[in-house]
């Protein structure tokens, strides 16, 4: 009798460790290019590689980073969020309006936060509870919370917010730039829950296999409205930055930022599909597209040009993205 | 715990779909440490059957008890957690392709330990890894890393680890939808052998849909054979033709 275990053996180990080789580079590919890309514009771009430079290119990064964190939650669970700016823009208005109306600090920022998980609540509930497409649902939140932003200041900016309320935009903790901090210290909190807790397991399953998900135990509802909530969540604080950095909130903040999230995610390598990705892929998607915008500048680029490099470079990371999942599968 | 009592009895079971019959007054028993052969042409009821069984639908009439309580199945969900574990022709519709095995294997059920004296939980790879190798091995299956994604294992072994979930789950029956009708040959035949090694070394009653013969006959203890929604007969593969199976699933005469 031909015993089961050796009928289901495994194949050859050699070819294989080759290929993991491969993929292992492919995941991190976005850290190669940017390593590339770093020690190219190191000798052929002035003022480059410079401390100053690089605190710039990282404080680039913080608003557009923190959005991303949240983005990419959503992307792995395979949905998305397009509500996110507008979330931010309301978040800032709305922490601006508080402060105005005598609200103390600490009160409006709770209020921010919680306008942001508000927002993400909604979407969850949309996507999960009415069954709505998540690009449906995060559409309609787009549209209304721009909206909502825009009517409660009639579209005007609110200038001039306390110091207090700055500090995330605008303050530092001894040499280092308050909103450099908050980029690490986040990437790194979210990157743990992503691998180390069930909740960021899920997610992943979540994203990878619905149905099985579901038929295994998972909570789909509760693990897809808590990843829009933590979405909501992170652009509101993004929105506390921003208005923090600019000393100011306007509704028309973060416009088109949805679209800069999710090339950094795409462009890191995390599938729109869901499932497959990390946030250290994502953190390397944001600082290369927050790389190419500073060299630009050194370089006295027409900022125009940004779009079109950023969409050549989304087309690359989706053929690295098929080629990835090409590698992967089982061939006989 | 009888161990030959009936543990799975379906009685007097109608289903319709508007004006279609799928099922009419269907009795259905199966025995603790049984494998039972469900067979029966296009139509004569056998997935609706089983449909029922696995909570995708109630049916019109009829009580289903499970070790003697009678049970109800609010969806697929509540029938997998009072233990039926259903897997349809594609098995590996239950996994998640780009997660690696142990990941599949504790899907929804993931062990964790205390990290920061209890403050926090995070998640027990290491333990989860041992015991995926040990579910594996039991059910002798050997595949070369417990940490690589089910897509790039072949349709076989994805199989192979859909049942070796099941396992672990312990469930009181599985149920198997044409469990080999995806699979090429060779394959074929390790997975049959896998299922066979379920029921008879680890006495987990089967139910087996299937339309190849060849196959229920080599593993089943009982062949039960439906047509146009009723169950026309009964017989051991031992003691059967299949020229008399055959017959009775054509009908006729």
Not at chain 2, 61 to 77: A, N, T
Request: net charge positive; hydrophobic share 50%.
């Amino acid at each position: 009798m031909i015993s089961v275990g050796r009928g289901l053996s495994p194949r050859p180990v050699a070819p294989m460790k080759r290929r993991e080789l491969l993929k292992l580079l492919l995941d991190n590919s976005v850290w190669i290019i940017i390593a590339i890309f770093f020690i190219l514009n190191a000798l052929f771009t002035p003022k480059f590689f410079t401390v100053l430079n690089f605190r710039n290119i990282l404080i680039h990064s913080s608003i557009l980073g923190i959005v991303v964190i949240g983005e990419s939650f959503c992307l792995l669970s395979g949905h998305l969020d397009l509500s996110v700016e507008s979330t931010l823009a309301l978040s800032a208005v709305l922490g601006a309006m508080s402060v105005k109306n005598a609200l103390p600090v600490p009160l409006a920022v709770c209020i921010m936060l919680a306008s942001g998980m508000l927002v993400g609540f909604a979407n969850g509930a949309l996507v999960r509870k009415l069954g709505l497409n998540a690009f449906v649902a995060t559409l309609i939140t787009y549209i209304g919370i721009r909206g909502t932003a825009l009517g409660i200041v009639e579209g005007k900016t609110i200038w001039n917010l306390p110091t207090s309320l700055c500090f995330f935009g605008a303050g530092t903790i001894g040499v280092f730039p308050v909103q450099i901090v908050l980029l690490a210290v986040l990437y790194l909190l979210f990157h743990a829950v992503l691998v180390y807790t069930r909740f960021g397991r899920h997610v992943y399953l979540v994203g990878d296999n619905q149905t099985a998900a579901r038929i295994s135990g998972i909570n789909v509802d509760r693990v897809v409205i808590t990843v829009f909530m933590l979405s909501g969540l992170l652009s509101a604080f993004a929105g506390l930055v921003m208005a923090g950095r600019l000393n100011s909130a306007s509704p028309l903040f973060g416009t088109g930022m949805v679209f800069e999230a999710m090339s950094a995610a795409i462009i890191g390598g995390i599938s729109l599909r869901g499932g497959i990705g990390s946030l250290s892929m994502a953190l390397g998607g944001v600082l290369l597209l927050s790389a190419i915008s500073n060299v630009l500048n050194l370089h006295a680029v027409s900022p125009y040009w940004i779009q079109t490099i950023r969409a050549l470079m989304i087309l690359f990371a989706v053929a690295l993205d098929s080629l990835k999942r090409r590698l992967m599968r089982y061939e006989e | 715990m009888k161990s030959d009592g009936v543990l799975l009895k379906m009685e007097g079971i109608c289903k319709s779909f508007g004006e279609v019959r799928a099922l009419e007054n269907v009795h259905f028993t199966l025995s603790h440490h049984e494998i039972v052969g469900l067979v029966g042409g296009n139509g004569a009821g056998k997935s609706t059957l089983i449909k029922i069984l696995a909570g995708v639908f109630p049916p019109d009439r009829g009580k289903i008890y499970l070790e003697g309580r009678e049970v109800h199945f609010k969806s697929p969900r509540d029938a997998y957690e009072q233990g039926i574990y259903t897997v349809h022709q594609k098995m590996e519709e239950i996994l998640a392709p780009h997660h690696d095995v142990t990941a599949n294997i504790f899907m929804g059920e993931e062990k964790t330990k205390p990290l920061l004296g209890g403050l926090l939980r995070v998640l027990a790879r290491r333990e989860m890894e041992k015991e995926a190798e040990s579910v594996l091995s039991r059910v002798g299956i050997t595949i070369d890393s417990v940490r690589r994604p089910i897509i790039s294992y072949s349709g076989g072994q994805r199989q192979a680890v859909a049942l070796a979930k099941a396992l672990r789950k312990k469930p009181k029956i599985l149920v198997l939808d044409e469990p080999t009708a995806a699979l090429g040959v060779k394959e074929k035949f390790q997975v049959l052998h896998l299922i066979k090694r379920l029921g008879r070394e680890e006495g987990i009653p089967i139910i087996i849909v299937s339309h190849n013969l060849e196959e229920v006959f080599e593993i089943v203890d009982r062949i039960v054979v439906l047509r146009n929604g009723q169950i026309v007969g009964e017989c051991s593969p031992s003691l059967a033709t299949k020229e008399q199976v055959v017959q009775m699933i054509v009908g006729g005469e």
